[in-house]
């Protein structure tokens, strides 16, 4: 018996515990998953149908985007001018702007059109060493548009080359029929979108939005209850403008993550730790918006929660496409090690997409989703403005791309 692939000649960040460097590293792949992984000097006797050296590079494992909104219709290039040139969020929301005009716009797209343009946005991220994508709904605010969107996200999952969880969050926002009837959505998202969506296995977990400008802790709480009884998990748009309890409400659910989390109380960061709740912070959203409130990375890491960092991509407050600035921003703006966000981008985002036991580590047993890059250590994913150090990428155990 032959391994199917054997990498050698590496150095590897396998993220077990900090970096988890091997200095001479080699890895052997069978199938879709990681056969071994360990120093070159204990590789097993056993041959291999393809062997390449990587000449030094550094292998760390796939990069991973938790939290997106990839598949929408349209962008808002123009209202990011008029915000510049002094208009008011709600100026331009009384003139058909804001998320209204990215509803309306999704809604009149085709499936072929939607899918079209998240090719284009996805594709950027590959290039930086993606390998699993989380995608939102949340531009449809219907049963049909929600369906069509989550149809488009399930089919880049199957076209695009990567992993692809999706994620449905009808809780998004109060779509214009809607206006001054919030409980009444709820009872659609609860009583139709959810089953809908389920029915048709179109996604993996439900999210929603809790805050001001959204849905209450008590219609986020019926949108978890009708999600849990169709037994898919939870996460959470939290305290991303004030504090709401958004943090100890998705602890409470259990929730694969709570996102933002800007103002979250202590309380509500320590009720995270102890349910296992992983942080997904935004700098993207923090950056675009100029917000100023820091999430809480000491109490963050004074009660053990996971944090993950991902782009948010989106049209309205974070039009990002790189998941290495991310790493970057996580650096600068919110103070974070490197070591920090190449674990957020990797084991931590695997585990807020509830996939912690098969991704996000350099394993044996894991899945064989690798990224190569051309870097002297670890530190430079997050160090570098701009460029792109990634030199290759092995997908589920075959090579996506590679530049050597």
Known sequence: MSWDLLLTDCRAATMAEGYG?????????????????????????????????????????GLIDCH?????????????????????????????????????ATRAASEAELLASAKQRLATLMAEGLTTIEIKSGYGLDVPNERKTLRVARALGREGGVTVKTTCLAAHALPPEFAGKADDYIDLVCNEILPAVAADNLADAVDAFSERIAFTAD????????????????????????????????????????????????????????????????PGAFFFLREKQLPPMEPLRRHNVRIAISTDCNPGSSPALSLLLMMNMGCTLFRMTPEETLAGVTKHAAAALGMGDTHGQLRAGYAADLAIWDIDRPAELSYWLGGNPSAGVVQAGRWRSRTF
């Open 21 to 61: 460097a091997v200095e001479d590293a080699a890895v052997a792949i069978e199938g879709d998953r990681i056969a071994w992984i360990g120093n070159r000097g204990d590789l097993p006797q056993q041959s291999a149908k393809e062997t390449v050296s990587l000449g030094g590079r550094w292998i760390t494992p």
């Open 68 to 104: 997106t909104h990839l598949v929408f219709g349209g962008e808002r290039a123009g209202e990011f001018e008029q915000r510049l040139k002094g208009a008011t969020y709600e100026e331009i929301a009384k003139a058909g702007g804001g998320i209204v005009s990215t509803v309306r």
């Open 219 to 282: 219609q986020t709480a019926r949108v978890f209850d009708k999600a849990k009884s169709l037994g898919l998990p939870v996460k959470l748009h939290a305290d991303q403008l004030s504090d709401m309890g958004g943090a100890a409400l998705a602890a409470r659910y259990n929730a694969l993550s709570a996102d933002h989390i800007e103002f979250s109380a202590e309380a509500g960061i320590a009720a995270m730790g102890k349910a296992g709740t992983v942080a997904v912070l935004l």
